[in-house]
Nanobody
Framework: QVQLVESGGDSVQAGGSLRLSCRSSGFTFGCVAWFRQAPGKGREDVASIFAAGGSDYYARVAKGRFSISQVENTVYLQMNNLTAEDTAMYYC????????????????????????????WGQGTQVTVSS
């Protein structure tokens, strides 16, 4: 059974940190990324990693504060210096049929990843930051 399971969401004070985890079962990641969706807003890309120990990508909202990493079948998102604007449901997305170079190519052409780039999604984990 193909499954993505996120964990690590919590309520924290502004300036705090959280580490989100995304574990895959039933497949290897291929393209994998974190997205988030705040109430009343669209889903936006946050970060992606192109193979464990490989290159990575950060959206403007994440640069300098978030770090993505991968260990075997788990992808992590370390989030530091959180602000109220980071409050959202965070989703892990992956597509095992899509090689990582394909996602890198999409980034080059579009400058961002889109939800349609990914076939499988986790259930989401809520991050709430209070100021």
């Amino acid at each position: 059974q193909v499954q993505l399971v996120e964990s690590g969401g919590d309520s924290v004070q502004a300036g705090g940190s959280l580490r989100l985890s995304c574990r895959s079962s039933g497949f290897t990641f291929g393209c994998v990324a974190w997205f988030r969706q705040a109430p009343g807003k669209g889903r936006e890309d946050v970060a992606s990693i192109f193979a464990a120990g490989g290159s990575d990508y950060y959206a403007r909202v994440a640069k300098g504060r978030f770090s993505i990493s991968q260990v075997e079948n788990t992808v992590y998102l370390q989030m530091n210096n959180l602000t109220a604007e980071d409050t959202a449901m965070y989703y892990c997305a992956a597509d095992p049929s899509r090689p990582t170079w394909s996602c890198e190519g999409a980034l080059v052409s579009r400058g961002k990843l889109e939800a349609s780039d990914f076939r499988y999604w986790g259930q989401g984990t809520q991050v709430t930051v209070s100021s």
